[in-house]
Each structure stands twice: as C-alpha cells, then as structure tokens.
Nanobody, 125 residues
Framework: QVQLVESGGGLVQPGGSLRLSCAAS????????MDWYRQAPGKQRELVAA???????NYADSVKGRFTISRDNAKNTVYLQMNSLKPEDTAVYYC???????????????????WGQGTQVTVSS
C-alpha cells in the first residue's frame, strides 16, 4: 500500500508565499497525474492544479499566474509553489494521484484515487 504525505502548510500574511510538498511513500513504480485540491470551510473541494507524468499542467482560473505545480519523478514528489497569497486561498490543501503503481513483495499493484491527509493553509494578517 502507498501513502501520500503532504507538508509545508501554515499561516502566512496576504501577499506571502508557501511551498507545499507531497511525497508518495512505498516501493513506487510509477505515478501518472498528480493534483492539488483544496477545501475551504463550507465549500466543496476544488481542483487547484494538476500535472501529468509528462509535466503538462493545468490550473484553476483563480490561481493562474500565482501558483506553480511541479514534480520530481525520481522522488515521487509533487510541489505547489503558492505566491501572492490571498485570504480566499485559505483552505485545507490535499494531494491526489489518480493511479499509483507500486511493488508489494514481487507483485506490481495499482492503487486508484489516492489522497493525502491534507495540510492547512491560512492566509491572514
């Protein structure tokens, strides 16, 4: 079994920056698309940014030009650089992977729709 573990959240003033990381643990063989979602209190979870294994990216309109998603396939890690943060960016941020292939013993297995535990980002003065 694999796990996605996020880090890097915290409290930041408006206009500040944070960098989130999400590392997949386990004997990973490959990960296709990796995404960042967020959920603010009382709101639905929304897609923030996505990146494929070939580094094609997609962003929500609300974060274009401010957030950058990237990945390090050798480290099985995806990042979200968040600049010019606004109070409305306050939310719990979740890492997601559609499909993770990994070794369990000598078997190659696949986990689908994998989520991290979430990391809180608060933008406030």
């Amino acid at each position: 079994q694999v796990q996605l573990v996020e880090s890097g959240g915290g409290l930041v003033q408006p206009g500040g920056s944070l960098r989130l990381s999400c590392a997949a643990s386990g004997r990973i063989f490959s990960i296709y698309a990796m995404d960042w979602y967020r959920q603010a209190p009382g709101k639905q979870r929304e897609l923030v940014a996505a990146i494929t294994s070939g580094n094609s990216t997609n962003y929500a309109d609300s974060v274009k030009g401010r957030f950058t998603i990237s990945r390090d396939n050798a480290k099985n890690t995806v990042y979200l650089q968040m600049n010019s943060l606004k109070p409305e960016d306050t939310a719990v941020y979740y890492c997601h992977a559609d499909q993770i292939r990994y070794y369990s013993g000598s078997y190659l297995r696949i986990d689908y729709n994998c989520w991290g535990q979430g990391t809180q980002v608060t933008v406030s003065s």
